[in-house]
């Protein structure tokens, strides 16, 4: 058990510019869940995956936003368009299973910085 | 709707003292309770749960939380800090549901001096 890896540690982007994050979870995982976590809050939910199929995105996933998880494994996060507001610590986090038995691990995030 | 309410947002502490961090929480439904730690540039680690049963929970490091049902509270406490400790403190509800989705409070930042 390697844990949740996220790649890159860290970004910085000019705004107007795409970005892509990934997400490699534990690997017996099928879930798989992406967060958003900005200075002084708490994440914040933004969709879900269980194996390939993404079952919920929360309303703060602008069109700007895609998520997927083409093999059921890796999931990647892409942002088109940067704005500053998006500026923000990504989180990956992976389960097994749906119950709250079983509970999220996360990664170390992907801090964004949109210049 | 779920939510969850962290007054402090600091609390200072030295160290070898008792502490206690304030959580509450909303729902209209059954929950599932969690306390996360994070520390400097790091993800989410899990410190305890509660899903059922008793309404005292042990986790890791010595840390312990008490569902407390009348008062939507689980406040997250431990006996004797360590200057380790200092990191932002994190309680989360989930409804259970199939997404298994949490919903987090603002943060707890705990900072142990000597």
């Known amino acids: 058990d390697t844990g949740v890896s996220q790649n890159p540690r860290h970004k910085i982007t000019k705004r107007g510019q795409n970005v892509t994050f990934r997400c490699d979870p534990i690997?017996?995982?099928?879930?798989l869940y992406w967060y958003r976590q900005t200075l002084g809050q708490g994440p914040e939910f933004l969709t879900y995956f269980q194996n390939e199929a993404q079952l919920e995105k929360s309303r703060l996933l602008s069109d700007r936003f895609s998520a997927e998880r083409p093999k059921g494994s890796f999931s990647t996060l892409e942002i088109q368009r940067t704005e500053q507001g998006d500026s923000a610590m990504y989180l990956c986090a992976s389960s097994l299973g749906g119950s709250s038995n079983s509970p999220l691990h996360f990664g170390n995030g992907t801090r964004l910085t949109v210049t | 709707a779920q939510s969850v309410t962290q007054l402090d947002s600091q609390v200072p502490v030295f160290e070898e003292a008792p502490v206690e961090l304030r959580c509450n929480y909303s729902?209209?439904?059954?929950?599932?309770l969690f306390w996360y730690v994070q520390y400097p540039n790091q993800g989410l680690q899990l410190l305890l749960k509660?899903?059922?049963?008793?309404?005292l929970v042990k986790g890791i490091n010595g840390f312990e939380a008490e569902f407390n049902k009348s008062q939507t509270s689980f406040h997250l406490r431990k006996p004797s800090v360590h200057i380790s400790d200092t990191a932002e403190y994190f309680c989360?509800?989930?409804?259970?549901?199939?997404?298994?989705?949490?919903?987090f409070g603002t943060g707890t930042r705990l900072q142990v001096t000597l």
């Open positions: 690997s017996e995982h099928n879930r």
């Open positions: 509660y899903l059922s049963g008793s309404t």
């Open positions: 729902s209209s439904v059954s929950v599932y």
């Open positions: 989360a509800v989930s409804d259970g549901g199939t997404a298994s989705k949490l919903t």
